[in-house]
């Protein structure tokens, strides 16, 4: 921890009302606009000065492209280690440079204690493509999870999916609650081994099929994936490797965020205006824990406000690339 940071840190991971949240919020804008070089630097030349901006809808958001392209992080902090997206190749892959782990252990930690409501669930990862490929933000999210489970099945599972379908038959009729989180394709594999009837396990699908089975709109999967696996809801993480914070879903494709994080939904003709709630857009995600690289994402994702803490996820553009999280196209 950077001891000239803890108190900021604190008050970030502690808000409790809107107010609060767009004061905080505008301080972490002058703290970047001021220390992160390629964030200053997009200001610049969109003739913007840090000190005119008195609101959260005057602040530009950096489109997150630039991940790709440029080191986002703040002067003066030398990166601990870097996640990257799973793009096709490594020069259309994002790196997000991490100066302080601190900051996303405690963002993912509380987010998931916020959606679990405070029930230490058993954890069972089924993410193959993801530990193959290394420097993945979602494995080292989860990883962190299962570390504070107290549940000794909670673990990763690569290829050993007659374990997995043991545990679960075990963990079912012993009326234990689990959380099944797995890679979409993962998911449909399993159920290829043995339908289920779950009843006292969530399962969360973390989007994507990574070429080994046919796309499909999110309604078809997640009612595949309700009958195969006899479930009434299918939950989402919607994260990205550019993000230290995730919303879940806990059903219908609704996604609530944490209280330092916050969606905004842009003009799709005009990347500086908004759109009224309830109208679709593409997303822009205030993310507080990003406080070392950029704050004020400027998402490929089309998405939907249902209400200030609520938001749907719609798409994305058609230009953009397949990556990451939820990415299923409607």
């Known amino acids: 921890?950077?001891?000239?940071?803890?108190?900021?840190?604190?008050?970030?991971?502690?808000?409790?009302?809107e107010q609060d949240f767009e004061k905080v919020v505008l301080e972490v804008f002058q703290f970047q606009a001021k220390n992160v070089p390629v964030y200053r630097e997009y200001l610049k030349l969109l003739n913007r000065e840090a000190s005119s901006i008195q609101s959260i809808f005057e602040i530009p958001f950096l489109p997150i492209s630039f991940f790709k392209t440029h080191k986002v992080l703040a002067e003066g902090y030398s990166p601990e280690l870097f996640f990257q997206s799973s793009g096709t190749t490594s020069a259309?892959?994002?790196?997000?440079?991490?100066?302080?782990?601190?900051?996303?252990?405690?963002?993912?930690?509380?987010?998931?204690?916020?959606?679990?409501?405070?029930?230490?669930?058993?954890?069972?990862?089924?993410?193959?493509?993801?530990?193959?490929r290394g420097n993945s933000s979602l494995v080292y999210?989860?990883?962190?999870?299962?570390?504070k489970s107290t549940?000794?099945?909670?673990?990763?599972?690569?290829?050993?999916?007659?374990?997995?379908?043991?545990?679960?038959?075990r963990r079912e009729e012993s009326g234990q609650k689990t959380l099944l989180l797995g890679v979409t394709y993962a998911l449909l594999d399993l159920i290829d081994i043995l339908p289920f009837k779950l009843k006292n396990t969530w399962v969360m699908e973390t989007g994507g099929m990574k070429g080994r089975r046919k796309e499909m709109v999110k309604e078809e999967l997640h009612e595949l994936l309700q009958d195969g696996l006899g479930v009434s809801a299918i939950h989402s993480e919607y994260g990205m490797t550019e993000l230290f914070s995730q919303a879940y879903s806990k059903g219908n494709n609704l996604f609530s965020t944490p209280p330092w994080m916050s969606i905004l939904i842009r003009d799709t003709t005009d990347p500086?205006?908004?759109?009224?709630?309830?109208?679709s857009g593409a997303i822009n995600v205030i993310d507080l824990a990003n406080?070392?690289?950029?704050?004020?994402?400027?998402?490929?994702?089309?998405?939907?406000?249902?209400?200030?803490?609520?938001?749907?996820?719609?798409?994305?553009?058609?230009?953009?690339?397949?990556?990451?999280?939820?990415?299923?196209?409607?």
Request: proline content about 2%; overall charge negative.
């Open 272 to 279: 500086f205006s908004y759109v009224d709630e309830r109208k």
């Open 1 to 17: 921890m950077f001891e000239s940071d803890i108190s900021i840190q604190n008050r970030i991971f502690s808000l409790e009302n």
């Open 92 to 132: 259309n892959s994002s790196k997000h440079w991490v100066a302080n782990p601190d900051w996303y252990e405690k963002s993912f930690i509380k987010g998931f204690y916020n959606y679990t409501e405070g029930e230490d669930r058993c954890i069972l990862a089924l993410l193959p493509n993801y530990l193959e």
């Open 151 to 169: 549940d000794p099945d909670s673990g990763f599972f690569l290829d050993n999916l007659n374990e997995l379908v043991s545990i679960l038959k």
């Open 291 to 330: 406080y070392y690289s950029c704050s004020f994402i400027a998402t490929d994702d089309l998405g939907k406000l249902k209400s200030k803490t609520e938001f749907e996820v719609l798409g994305r553009f058609d230009n953009a690339d397949v990556r990451g999280c939820n990415l299923m196209v409607q």
């Open 141 to 147: 999210m989860v990883n962190g999870l299962i570390e």
